[in-house]
């Protein structure tokens, strides 16, 4: 990773202020929140690395590394009026970055991006969200954190328990950081602002690209597991489930299984 021009071209964006390209570190998310710790402002506090020796995912799972195959990125913002819409506007940025290197997307609530290849939905980047508070427990920020799989060509996925790809897998080529990174800041400050807005374009934009919604699942990880169809979101963008036509539910958090994916 060329770290002057990823920086250079970070910073450009419009709302990035304080930028960091690191080599590796423990997690950008880690990273963000001690900066934060120590006075840092949370607008445009942005960590990028090629590497993390303890990346974080979703639910206390490990977010996997290869040497040279993986973007790791965190942006800090101040806490939003809804901040469960956060997650939710990553994975659009993350989405309309994708679609403006000429790939077809997929959203799987709340927080896998896919890319869709011969109609089948692939796992190429993930969003951890950790909000941050005061000594008093109240809110002061949000580190919003994205794991990009750039380039995985020859590495053997077998056994995952989901079908993921890379970037580079896809499009048959290699792929500049700089290429990911200048527009998924530049989409994800726009979505932010849209959240700072109150406007509700998250939430709808978010519908259509959410492939969940229609879709029989099942969600794993709450206290019971369950089994319906998705059949909306929430204002907090939380999934609505209807399980067996009479009872809707209502899923805050969990894993989403499609049972009839691509
Ligand atoms: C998932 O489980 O799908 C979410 C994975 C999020 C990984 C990213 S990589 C950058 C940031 N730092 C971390 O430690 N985790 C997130």
Redesign the pocket.
């Known amino acids: 990773m060329d770290h002057a021009d990823l920086w250079a071209a970070a910073l450009g964006v419009p709302g990035v202020v304080d930028v960091s390209v690191l080599d590796d570190v423990?997690?950008?998310?880690?990273e963000v929140r001690r900066r934060l710790e120590v006075g840092a402002p949370p607008a445009g506090l942005v960590v990028i690395?090629g590497r993390?020796t303890?990346?974080?995912?979703?639910?206390g799972?490990t977010?996997e590394d290869v040497e040279g195959g993986?973007l790791?990125?965190?942006m800090a913002t101040p806490v939003p009026a809804v901040a469960t819409l956060v997650p939710l506007a990553a994975a659009l940025a993350l989405s309309a970055t994708f679609d403006g290197l000429g790939l077809s997307t997929s959203c799987k609530w709340p927080?896998?991006v896919r890319l869709v290849v011969a109609g089948r939905p692939h796992?190429c980047?993930?969003?951890?969200c950790d909000l941050v508070a005061d000594d008093a427990g109240a809110p002061t920020a949000v580190v919003i954190?994205?794991?990009i799989d750039v380039d995985w060509r020859g590495r053997d996925r077998a056994g995952a328990a989901v079908s993921w790809t890379s970037l580079a897998e896809v499009m048959g080529r290699d792929v500049d950081p700089v290429e990911v990174v200048v527009p998924l800041l530049t989409h994800l400050g726009q979505r932010l602002d849209q959240l700072d807005r109150r406007c509700p374009d998250v939430l709808d934009d978010y519908r259509t690209v959410c492939d969940t919604i229609g879709q029989r699942v099942r969600v794993e990880g709450e206290q019971v597991e369950r089994v319906g169809r998705a059949v909306d979101l929430t204002a907090d963008g939380h999934l609505v489930l209807d399980v067996d036509g009479h009872e809707q539910h209502v899923v805050v958090a969990g894993d989403v299984v499609h049972l009839h994916d691509g």
């Open positions: 423990d997690s950008t998310n880690l690395a993390q303890a990346g974080r995912g979703r639910r799972r977010w993986n790791a990125l965190s927080n896998d796992k980047a993930g969003v951890l954190g994205i794991g």
